[in-house]
């Protein structure tokens, strides 16, 4: 039987290791690592890979041991600009990175990956296997409960499936949907039947999304019964775009977190966030202001750490709108847009503008690095305009979060040069997935992430009818012809042929423009350390970030 793991995995890691030899310095024209030597590339700054820090930053470091260390029992964290509207994986737009951070918390998947070891690691489930990349065996933990204190069983994983699956429109379904049937060989044993070949299935599992509920909390209280998981923490009060404030599990059947109570807060404002800092009345931040980073430098009562998200930043076209349907019309904004410009005024230096014309994660698998990007040329833009259908109508665009709200308002400047009239529709982020998945979402243009693990499996989310990652309502035949052959493929070397391929087609008739990578600064105080934070955010694990208060 093969093993659990993707049958490439030491494949792939060779190749990540290639990659980041490139990016230091090799020719980067067949790499799935940019390359600031390619000569097409603009001179802006290439983003760093994940795992290619040289030292643990000490905010990573795992918990000192000794009977002389006293940790804190209660940590604040301010969570990034992605406020924490909707807290149940079932629903639309759940989908940001805080989001995810707080569902890692409070449930547990069948399985997890480890960015830096490039290995599926057993959470639920204590392993598994395949023959076929159609039927999947899993044997589980026996010794699990829920935070109301019902067993875990197999039982739990089909009820799972099954509310997945009735959530149209969410990221939960995204994840299961391919799931034909889960038959009980007994409480502890499983197999899990999908419609077709899968060979990205375990990827999918192992995201955030996928976490195992409980069917009986869920039935005896709809609106909080789905807060009941099997995680490190238990959800004590929820106030949307507010706080998540948590406690720990006791009963938890891996390690016991360090820290007995957790608040994940949503601070607006930049300079508050900063302050509460200062004044220790938070830990840790996801969410320090661009311009206040320069506090914290050299300030040895912080420490600092960088990460450069995954996901791509995108000005999104609305396909079922004429108006942003049409080539022309896109092609028009392709040319006219200076990327640098947006990201330094929306963000400063925590962004890294896009250097291809790809739309893919910086460190996904397969990234096509040949495509050229569309250069900035004002007259081709007016050409291109002219030709479309606008005539000068209002184009709304819609957004959330304080970074998108300033990249609308610096594509109003570079767009009006051609004449194109724009208006900001700003939402939070939930708000904003409602309006994208109601009958009266007419925005020809957004400005949302691209979410993009290190897996080619999360191109499918963004690019195929229906998904609820698929914000363009792109919709191409060839494509998702494609991308169900991509489930079936298992040749390293065919997969990225193919991969590349698509990248290409799409990039021919752009339904998204990636305009640049976001960086997350997380401050904390120098004492706080256990977060366990790859470059793919959707995975930030803080179960076991402590605080050494006596040492």
């Known amino acids: 039987m093969l093993k659990s793991k993707r049958t490439f995995a030491l494949i792939l890691g060779l190749v990540m290791c290639l990659s980041l030899l490139s990016a230091c ?20 700054p290439t983003p760093s890979l994940p795992g290619s820090s040289q030292a643990t930053p000490e905010i990573m470091a795992p918990a000192p041991t000794g009977d002389s260390v006293t940790y804190a029992k209660h940590i604040d964290i301010i969570i990034d600009d992605n406020r924490i509207g909707v807290l149940n994986q079932f629903m639309p737009g759940a989908n940001n990175g805080a989001t995810n951070n707080t569902l890692i918390l409070m449930y547990d998947r069948l399985l997890r990956y480890n960015h830096f070891t490039d290995e599926y690691e057993p959470m639920l489930a204590t392993s598994w296997d395949t023959d076929d990349y159609k039927t999947f065996t899993f044997y589980l933990r026996e010794d699990v409960y829920f935070h109301n204190g019902d067993k875990f069983t197999g039982q739990d994983v089909l009820n799972t499936v ?29 197999d899990i039947v999908l419609e077709t070949v899968y060979v990205d299935f375990l990827a999918n599992i192992s995201m955030p999304m996928a976490g195992i509920v409980s069917k009986r909390a869920m039935t005896e209280d709809p609106e909080a019964g789905v807060y009941i998981g099997t995680g490190a923490f238990i959800v004590t009060n929820f106030i949307p775009n507010d706080v998540v404030e948590l406690k720990r599990n006791d009963n938890y059947w891996s390690d016991l977190p360090i ?11 930049t300079s508050t966030r900063t302050i509460m800092l200062q004044n220790g009345e938070v830990q840790a931040c996801f969410g320090v202001g661009v311009e206040e980073q320069y506090i914290f430098t050299g300030d040895d009562r912080f420490n600092r750490h960088e990460i450069t998200m995954n996901n791509a930043q995108c000005i999104v076209f609305n396909m079922e709108q004429p108006l942003s349907a049409d080539y022309n019309f896109r092609m028009a904004i392709a ?45 081709a833009a007016q050409a291109y305009l002219d030709a479309s259908p606008y005539n000068g109508e209002p184009v709304e665009f819609a957004t959330s979060g304080i970074t998108n709200v300033k990249v609308g308002q610096v594509l109003q400047q570079q767009l009006g040069k051609i004449g194109i009239d724009l208006w900001i529709n700003e939402f939070d982020s939930a708000g904003l997935a409602a309006y994208r998945n109601s009958p009266d979402f007419k925005a020809n243009l957004q400005f949302t992430p691209v979410f993009m693990g290190t897996s080619a499996a999360s191109y499918r989310n963004s690019f195929y009818p229906g998904l609820s990652g698929n914000n363009s309502r792109y919709n191409n035949p060839v494509i998702t012809e494609m991308l169900d052959q991509a489930l079936t493929i298992t040749d390293i070397n065919e997969r990225r042929a193919h991969y590349y391929k698509m990248q290409e087609i799409v990039a021919e008739d752009p339904p998204y423009l990636c305009v640049f990578y976001r960086k997350n600064g997380i401050v904390a105080l120098k004492d706080v350390g256990g977060m366990h934070l790859p470059d793919d955010h959707m995975h930030s694990d803080l179960r076991y970030v402590y605080m050494v208060i006596d040492n």
């Open 162 to 190: 099954e509310a997945a699956k009735a959530g149209i429109g969410s990221t939960a379904f995204d994840q299961w949907r391919l799931v034909e049937t889960v038959n009980i060989i007994n409480d502890y044993q499983i």
């Open 25 to 44: 310095g090799g020719s980067g024209g067949d790499s799935d690592s940019p390359s600031s030597a390619n000569p097409a590339a603009p001179a802006s």
């Open 335 to 379: 040319s006219a847009i200076i990327r640098d410009e947006i990201a330094v005024i929306s963000a400063g230096d925590w962004a890294t503008p896009e250097w291809t014309g790809t739309v893919y994660g910086y460190a996904t698998e397969f990234r096509n690095n040949d495509i050229p990007i569309v250069p900035y040329d004002l007259e």
């Open 259 to 269: 820290t007995e109570t957790l608040a994940m807060r949503f601070i607006p404002e």
